[in-house]
């Protein structure tokens, strides 16, 4: 065959243009497919996707709008760590603390930074609706040494990252955060700010962190400071994490994996359960907890419940029964029928039919073998995707303790507490600790007193590996939230946690004696004026 410079001309154009389809050996492909995969991701946000309607009017921003924000940045981005970032933006823009995106075998490839920590930590100023800052909290206590031999103080307010403003620096990397509420954004910055990994582009971080303060008498001074692995580094410890600092007057009883047990020589008839989370052994650790008690006459002291520093988990309302002593309606759930859920419905069934032979059953006056979820997926959830429905109906959360015809109505275990009880919460954690936090509230079961928790929870995520539409290159795994958790006052939970009876806002001014305050309202509730 001859080629004339004319039919060379042409073979040279077709082959850009296939190649522009079908993409070259890159991770992040063509721009065409990632506007093809932008597509996808916004068409199944659009169908998958269980949205807050309260959470949206709450921070008025829709998201969809939000993630259709980013389409030219994620068409042209073209590196592997540009393509990474736009897509955290994108699913980040929804503002769902427990949505992420993380790399896959064949993926983009991402420096992989191991976690390192500037050796200083910063916390929030809520005390101004209109106005929060952040400020020093604790620092490393041989910090002068990298500081060139400035010495921070407790207290001293942050005006400024890496030669920006705060608030330039906190609007770059607000898009990077993940949250549900405007006191989970601000939490989340105040402690990841001081971070270097993945989870920020490797543009906005620096080999050291640079930092300009502010002290109270208005003096400015500006510090450089390394990155450390933060095993490595000795904390002051001024924000008293430890119980023995928090609870002034009260002294370790009982140290369990789901709770410490305190008690105080000077309040009588008095527990003070400091909570860290919802996880493996609470059933076991709650029945020790009621069985020591009953074995020493405890069941009638009054209890202050603190939940400020409690992670997420599950089985709350096993806790709640055994720890008030009035009946409550527990939290309830859905999911979005969408194209994934039938799929959902044959893990949930394989994983059922691997496991129910070896189940024992579970806590018989809460829990079954999975039968009461199983049932309910293969009857009112199935029928909701024959006739087309927009969601499932509401069970009890998950079909934990009860089952699907259930009024959610759950009464007090047979040994339970019976005393006053004041809960202490915040907005460090969420998730199941914001259903706790729901369940106390909306049933007035206990006096509530700091702030509201993080505001975010769904029954559950979808989480799927994307690949490019043309080239069929792996990308990243992606999530999505399918399914509502609704609190027993029968309003959507996510981005709408329950509110405490007392507010009482973290500060700079407050810091140092914050428990102490909250330990003074919850002992003044409860008739205890000696503190």
């Given amino acids: 065959m001859i080629y004339t410079r004319k039919s060379i001309t042409m073979i040279i154009c077709f082959t850009l243009v296939l190649s522009s389809c079908i993409g070259p050996e890159s991770n992040t492909s063509t721009k065409k497919d990632r506007e093809l995969l932008f597509d996808y991701i916004i068409e199944k946000t659009k169908i998958r996707e269980a949205f807050s309607p309260i959470k949206n009017?709450?921070?008025?921003?829709?998201?969809?709008?939000?993630?259709?924000?980013?389409?030219?940045?994620?068409?042209?981005?073209?590196?592997?760590e540009e393509l990474f970032a736009v897509l955290m933006k994108i699913s980040n823009a929804r503002r769902d603390r427990h949505l992420s995106i993380s790399t896959i075998d064949g993926g983009l490839e991402i420096d992989d930074t191991t976690d390192l920590a500037a050796p200083i930590i910063f916390r929030v100023d809520y005390t101004d609706d209109n106005n929060y800052f952040l400020f020093v909290g604790d620092?490393?206590?041989n910090i002068s040494d990298f500081a060139k031999g400035l010495q921070p103080e407790i207290g001293d307010k942050l005006i400024g990252v890496n030669g920006k403003s705060f608030p330039d620096f906190f609007n770059d990397i607000t898009p990077y955060t993940r949250y549900s509420t405007i006191k989970g954004l601000w939490k989340s910055v105040a402690s990841e700010m001081t971070l270097k990994n993945h989870q920020h582009p490797l543009s906005m971080m620096n080999d050291e962190?640079?930092?300009e303060l502010e002290k109270v008498t208005g003096e400015t001074y500006e510090i450089t400071l390394p990155y450390f692995d933060p095993d490595n580094i000795d904390w002051l410890d001024t924000y008293k994490s430890h119980g023995e600092n928090r609870y002034n007057g009260f002294e370790l009883l009982l140290d369990r994996d789901t709770y410490d047990l305190y008690i105080s020589a000077e309040h009588k008839n008095l527990l003070l359960i400091d909570w860290y989370g919802f996880q493996d052994h609470i059933i076991e650790d709650m029945d020790f907890l009621v069985d020591y008690a009953s074995e020493n006459n405890m069941l009638d002291y009054d209890i202050i419940w603190d939940g400020t520093r409690s992670r997420g988990g599950s089985l709350g309302a096993y806790a709640v029964q055994r720890l008030f002593p009035k009946e409550f309606k527990t939290t309830f759930g859905n999911v979005k029928i969408s194209d994934v859920i039938p799929i959902?419905?044959?893990?949930?069934?394989?994983?059922?039919?691997?496991?129910?032979?070896?189940?024992?059953?579970?806590?018989?006056?809460?829990?079954?073998?999975g039968t009461w979820l199983i049932e309910w997926l293969r009857t009112d959830v199935t029928e909701a995707i024959e006739r087309g429905d927009d969601y499932s109906n509401n069970v009890p959360f998950k079909l934990a303790h009860l089952p699907k015809d259930s009024d959610g109505i759950i009464y007090p275990a047979e040994k339970h507490f019976t005393g006053k009880a004041v809960c202490l919460f915040g907005p460090h954690g969420g998730s199941h600790l914001d259903?706790?936090?729901?369940?106390?509230?909306?049933?007035n079961l206990a006096y509530t007193v700091g702030m509201s928790t993080g505001g975010y929870s769904n029954t559950w995520e979808w989480e799927e590996d994307l690949v490019f539409p043309l080239s069929g290159k792996p990308v990243v795994s992606f999530m999505w939230d399918i399914g509502h958790t609704i609190r027993p006052n029968g309003e959507i939970l996510e981005g709408n946690p329950a509110q405490v009876d007392k507010f009482i806002p973290q500060g700079r001014e407050n810091y140092l004696n914050y428990y102490d305050l909250l330990l003074k309202e919850a002992l003044s509730y409860l008739n205890r004026y000696a503190y």
């Fill in 344 to 369: 959902f419905i044959e893990r949930r069934e394989r994983a059922y039919e691997q496991r129910k032979d070896v189940l024992d059953g579970g806590v018989t006056e809460l829990l079954d073998d």
């Fill in 209 to 211: 962190i640079f930092l």
């Fill in 57 to 80: 009017k709450i921070m008025d921003f829709n998201p969809l709008e939000e993630m259709m924000a980013f389409r030219e940045e994620m068409i042209n981005a073209d590196t592997d």
């Fill in 139 to 141: 620092y490393a206590k």
């Fill in 435 to 443: 259903q706790f936090a729901s369940i106390v509230v909306d049933n």
